[in-house]
């Protein structure tokens, strides 16, 4: 029996889930999303995933900024028109 030793890189129909809004998608259509930055060190780490919808809503701003803009909006931890606005303040004083 042949091993395909090449395909343990990645399976073409592999679907993700969004981090932001929780779709599906396919992993070839999502962003990988790395919030340790360092896209080569892959062992032991989960990369998470954003749907191409939210990665161009979200990452306008430098990456690095966004789980640090979310928390300050109080991502989840209040309703949802609040969060955006806040949110939308936060990225809007970065500048
Ligand atoms: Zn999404």
């Known amino acids: ?9 990645v399976d073409p129909d592999e679907e993700v889930t969004c981090i932001a ?3 599906t998608v396919a992993r070839e259509a999502a962003r ?4 340790h930055g360092d896209r080569w060190d892959r062992d032991d780490k989960a990369f998470e995933y954003l749907c191409t919808d939210c990665y161009e809503d979200c990452c306008h ?5 966004l789980e640090a803009t979310l928390v300050a909006a109080d991502a989840g931890r209040t309703d949802r028109a609040t969060f955006l606005s806040q949110y939308h303040e936060r990225v809007l004083d970065d500048d």
């Open 1 to 9: 029996m042949t091993a395909h030793l090449g395909k343990m890189w």
């Open 21 to 23: 809004c929780g779709e």
């Open 32 to 35: 990988e999303y790395d919030k």
């Open 61 to 65: 701003q430098p990456r690095d900024g």
